[in-house]
C-alpha cells in the first residue's frame, strides 16, 4: 500500500456538490478518499427552492434554509472551503486553479456548478434595482428593498419561479406587474391549462402583460431601474425581478474542453460521468440529462434531479454502481390556493416528439364533494394513441391537488396505459377524495376513449 489518499474534489456546494460529497464519504472512509469542496459563495446545502417563501415571511429565517453548515460537513470529513471560487480546471494534469492562488490535484471531480439565469441583452438589464432570484445573497437584496420602502414591482418572466416570487410580493404588499413575453404564463403546461393559471393571477390581483418582450428598463438620474419598457407601454418599478428560467453554469467546464452536450450543459452518461473525460463527474443545474419518455437530451433545472444526480456520481465514485434514471420533468408550485402540477410531455413537447397522443380533461374534488374544505381540481391526461400508454399528465386546483401529480409520474414511468391506471388500488376516505379519485377518472376516461 503506498499510503496515498485518493482525493475527490467537488465544485459547488449545493444540492448536486454536497450529495455527492456525503454519498462518496458514506462509502469510502477519509483514510481512502480525501474529500474537498469549494464553493465560491459563504453558504452551502442550502435551499434555493425556499427563497420566494423567505422573501414572502413564511419562511422568518434565511438560517432555516440552510440543510448542513460547512462545519457539519467537516465532522465528517468533508473539507468546505467556502468563499473559494475555482478559477480553472487543467484536465491533462488533473488539477483546479483557485481564485486564491491555490492549485488542487484530484482523482475524481465533480463539476456541480449549478445553474445560472439567462441575461438577454436587454438596455438596463444589469443595473441596480434589478434582483435574479437565484442564491440567498439576493433574498437579502430583495427584503432590504422592500424594508427601503419597494411598492411596486415588475417580475420578468412567468414560469415557476416568476409566479412565486409575483405571489409573495404581493402578499408583502406590493402592486406586483408580471411581463410575459409569450400569451401566457407556465409555458410547461398546455395552453388550456396555462389559461388557468394566468387567470388565477388576475383574480389575486396581480397585473399580467402578456406578448410583451421588454425592449428596456428605464432607469432614473442615478442609474437606478424606475420602470419595465415594452412595445405596449412602461411600467413603473420600484423594484424588478427576473424569473427568466435557468440555463447551465458551464463556463468553466467549457474553458476547460468538458464535452458540452446538444442542450448546453455537460455531457454525461448515466453514472453522471463525463463523456470526454471518464474521471471527471458533473451533475445538478450543471448537467445535461435525459427523459425517460423520449430518450432525448434534456436539460430541467430542478432540484430533485441534483439531488438525485450528486448521489449517483457520489455512488459510483465511492465504488457502487449507480445509474441516473432520467426525468420526467415533474413539478409542482402554487399561485396562492391554486395548486399546479405537471409530469411528462406537454402536448407540444409530444408532437416535437413525435407522439401521437390525445388529451383527455376531467373535473373533480380534492374530497368527497359533501366533505367540508372539498376544492374543485382538474386533470389533464395524455396518453399514446394506439397503445394507450400514459405519457404526460397536469393537475390544477385547490389545496390537496397538486401532489397527486405523484400518481401519475409514477405510472409514467412505470410504463403503464391509462386502462392500468384506471384500475390501480388507490386510497379512498371522505376527508381525502371522492371514491374514484380524479386521477382514476382521468385515467379513466382516457382508457375508455382508448377503446373507443
Ligand atoms: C427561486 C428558486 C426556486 C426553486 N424552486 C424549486 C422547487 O420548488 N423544486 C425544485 O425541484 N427545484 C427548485 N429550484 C431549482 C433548484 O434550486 C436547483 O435545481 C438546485 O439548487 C440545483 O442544485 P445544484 O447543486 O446543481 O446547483 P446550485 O444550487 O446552483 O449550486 C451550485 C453552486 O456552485 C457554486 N459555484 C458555481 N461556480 C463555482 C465556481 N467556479 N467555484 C466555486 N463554486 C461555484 C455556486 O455558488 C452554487 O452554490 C428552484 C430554484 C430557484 C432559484
Redesign the pocket.
Known amino acids: 500500500m503506498s499510503g496515498r489518499r485518493d482525493r475527490l474534489v467537488v ?7 454536497m450529495s455527492a460529497a456525503a454519498q462518496a464519504r458514506r462509502l469510502r472512509p477519509a483514510e481512502d478518499l480525501e474529500i474537498v469542496v ?4 459563504q453558504d452551502v446545502s442550502y435551499s ?2 425556499g ?2 417563501y423567505w422573501v414572502g415571511d413564511l419562511v422568518p429565517d434565511r438560517d432555516a434554509l440552510i440543510a448542513r453548515t460547512p462545519g457539519q460537513f467537516a465532522a465528517q470529513d468533508i473539507e468546505v472551503r467556502i468563499g ?3 478559477t480553472e480546471v487543467d484536465l491533462e494534469a488533473g488539477t483546479v486553479s483557485t481564485g486564491g492562488g491555490d492549485r488542487l490535484g484530484y482523482d475524481n471531480l465533480v463539476v ?4 445560472r439565469p439567462p441575461r438577454p441583452p436587454i438596455p438596463g438589464l444589469d443595473a441596480d434595482g434589478v434582483y435574479g ?2 442564491r440567498l445573497a439576493d433574498g437579502s437584496d430583495i427584503r432590504a428593498a422592500i424594508a427601503a420602502g419597494a411598492r411596486r414591482a415588475v417580475v420578468l418572466g412567468g414560469g415557476y ?1 416568476g409566479l412565486e416570487m409575483a405571489e409573495v410580493l404581493l402578499h408583502r404588499g406590493l402592486s406586483v406587474t408580471v411581463v410575459l413575453a409569450d400569451p401566457l404564463p407556465m409555458a410547461q403546461l398546455d395552453p388550456d391549462m396555462a389559461e388557468r393559471v394566468c387567470k388565477a393571477m388576475g383574480d389575486l390581483g396581480i397585473d399580467v402583460q402578456n406578448n410583451q418582450p421588454v425592449r428596456e428598463i428605464e432607469l432614473d438620474a442615478d442609474g437606478v431601474a424606475r420602470a419595465v419598457r415594452t412595445d405596449a407601454g412602461s411600467y413603473p418599478a420600484d423594484l424588478v425581478v427576473l424569473g427568466l428560467g435557468m440555463g447551465p ?1 458551464v463556463e ?1 467546464a467549457r474553458a476547460a474542453g468538458l464535452r458540452i452536450g446538444s442542450t448546453g450543459a455537460i455531457d454525461v452518461d448515466r453514472t453522471q460521468r463525463s463523456r470526454s473525460h471518464p474521471e471527471v463527474f458533473a451533475a ?3 448537467a445535461q440529462t435525459f427523459s425517460r419518455i423520449t430518450g432525448e437530451a434534456s436539460h430541467i ?4 434531479h ?1 439531488n438525485k444526480q450528486g448521489r449517483v456520481a457520489g455512488s459510483v465514485i465511492g465504488g457502487r454502481a449507480a445509474r441516473f434514471a432520467g426525468v420526467l420533468g415533474t413539478a409542482v408550485t402554487r399561485i396562492a390556493d391554486l395548486e399546479v402540477g405537471r409530469t411528462g410531455l406537454s402536448s407540444a413537447d409530444a408532437a416535437k416528439s413525435g407522439f401521437d397522443v390525445r388529451a383527455e380533461v376531467i373535473e373533480g374534488t380534492t374530497k368527497a364533494g359533501y366533505f367540508p374544505g372539498a376544492e374543485q381540481m382538474t386533470v389533464k391526461v395524455l396518453s399514446e394513441r394506439g397503445s394507450g400508454l400514459l405519457v404526460g399528465a397536469q393537475i390544477l386546483g385547490g389545496p390537496g391537488s397538486a401532489k397527486r401529480i405523484d400518481v401519475l409520474a409514477t405510472a409514467i414511468w412505470a410504463g403503464m396505459t391509462a386502462e392500468e391506471l384506471a384500475g390501480s388500488d388507490l386510497s379512498y376516505a371522505p376527508p381525502f377524495s371522492p371514491t374514484y379519485d380524479p386521477v382514476l377518472v382521468a385515467a379513466r376516461v382516457a382508457s375508455r376513449v382508448e377503446r373507443g
Open positions: 465544485i459547488g456546494g449545493d444540492a448536486a456538490g469549494l464553493e465560491q459563495g434555493a427552492c427563497i420566494p473559494t471560487r475555482a456541480a456548478t449549478g445553474g432570484v437565484h419561479i453554469e468553466l445538478g443545474d450543471c433545472a430542478l432540484g430533485t441534483a
